[in-house]
Each structure stands twice: as structure tokens, then as C-alpha cells.
């Protein structure tokens, strides 16, 4: 099977695509890995890429197909993929299609995990990580059991990102409706579209997910 997660930064999208490829031996494709991983490992198109973000500039879609292209030729027939993060526009949802084409693959299920944009920021903005092994906390959902005391490791420093502001969560808001959520009505008019609640609990969202794919 071979799904889209669909939802703003935040809203849970690689939570429960690391649990799919837990339970059922997906592939998740994120373009923001992949492009690192072929930065790192000098790739033709990885070398390409860098040149591109060393001036400053945005990674093509001709590239970042390229990169989805070479994936899926990597994997066994059998194995599904979830793409996380991608198609970000409408011309990446008609490259796609021709790349899954290409590979005898169909999209079979989008996704959209809805969220409501306060409670999001309340959600980002709180979280924060142990600088030692990175397990993740919250100032209201999840705080050490030993406040000042990682659980995992005993670790004493912590972190946040410096991008956990609300003021980049808004933005990150607007830019998601502007330009991913057009792509919706595509795949509405396939009669592929589910919708679940990102904002309940993550394992209900777990379990919605899995109700959906298995009526898929």
C-alpha cells in the first residue's frame, strides 16, 4: 500500500509514520532525509542538491522527483511507502503519480491529520529534549519524573529548538493551507481522502489510521 501523510508541521505526521513502518514493514520517504542522506553520501543528485542550498536556493522538483525515482526502484514490489512531506504542491501530485506509474505503484490512501492551530502552538512550543540522548519532554504534557533529571539517561542539560516559536508555527500555519492543502481537492475527487484527528491522544490516532488503510 501506498499512502500520503498529510498535515502541517507538528501535527504528528512522523509519530505515526514510524509506527506504520513498525507494524507493517512500510518504507517512509521524507524528501528532507533523503536530500540529507544524498548530500552526505555525494550522489549525483545529492551533489546537485548542495550546489542548489549552498546558494541559497530552493531544491527543484525535477530533483526531488529524482530522488523519490531512485527510491522506489530500490524497494521490493512488495513494500508499501509512506510519503511524508511530500507532494507539497499540485505539480509535485501529477510527478508523483507518473513516478508511481513508472514503478506499477498507485496511491491508495491521503491521510490528513487535522489540528487545531492554538492547541498546535501550545503543542510546539512547550516541547523540549534532552541534550544528552534526545528523549523528548513537555512543559505541561511531559515533564522528567525528577524535574531537572532526563529519565532516559539521567541527563541534566536540555534543549529546545530555536524554531519552537509560535510566531514560526503561524507562519508554518499559513504556508501549509496556502500551498499544500490545494492538492486536497486531487485527491477528494478520487474518493481517496481520509481525515483523522491529530489532536486526540497518539494512540487513537494510531488506531484511526489503521481502521482507515484497512478498509482501503
Do not use: W
Not at 531512485?70 to 509512506?82: D, T
Not at 499544500?180 to 481525515?195: C, F
Amino acid at each position: 500500500m501506498n499512502i500520503i501523510l498529510l498535515g502541517p508541521p507538528g501535527a504528528g505526521k512522523g509519530t505515526q509514520a514510524a509506527r506504520l513502518v513498525e507494524r507493517h514493514g512500510m518504507r517512509q520517504l521524507s524528501t528532507g532525509d533523503m536530500l540529507r542522506a544524498a548530500v552526505a553520501a555525494q550522489t549525483p543528485v545529492g551533489l546537485e542538491a548542495k550546489a542548489i542550498m549552498d546558494r541559497g536556493e530552493l531544491v527543484s522538483d525535477e530533483i526531488v522527483s529524482a530522488l523519490i525515482d531512485a527510491e522506489l526502484a530500490a524497494l521490493a514490489p512488495g513494500v508499501g511507502v509512506i510519503f511524508d512531506g511530500y507532494p507539497r504542491t499540485a505539480e509535485q501530485a501529477v510527478q508523483l503519480d507518473a513516478i508511481l506509474a513508472k514503478h506499477g505503484r498507485k496511491l491508495d490512501r491521503v491521510i490528513e491529520i487535522g489540528v487545531d492551530e492554538d492547541e498546535l502552538v501550545h503543542r510546539i512550543v512547550g516541547r523540549y529534549t534532552c541534550a544528552t540522548c534526545g528523549e523528548g519532554y513537555h512543559d505541561d504534557f511531559k515533564q522528567p519524573k525528577l524535574l531537572g533529571t532526563c529519565d532516559k539517561c539521567g541527563g541534566t542539560t536540555f534543549k529546545r529548538r530555536k524554531d519552537d516559536n509560535e510566531e514560526t508555527v503561524r507562519t508554518r500555519m499559513v504556508e501549509y493551507r496556502a500551498k499544500t492543502a490545494p492538492i486536497l481537492p486531487l485527491y477528494e475527487a478520487r474518493g481517496i481522502v481520509s481525515r483523522v484527528d491529530g489532536m486526540a491522544p497518539i494512540d487513537a490516532v494510531s488506531g484511526a489510521i489503521e481502521t482507515i488503510l484497512a478498509k482501503a
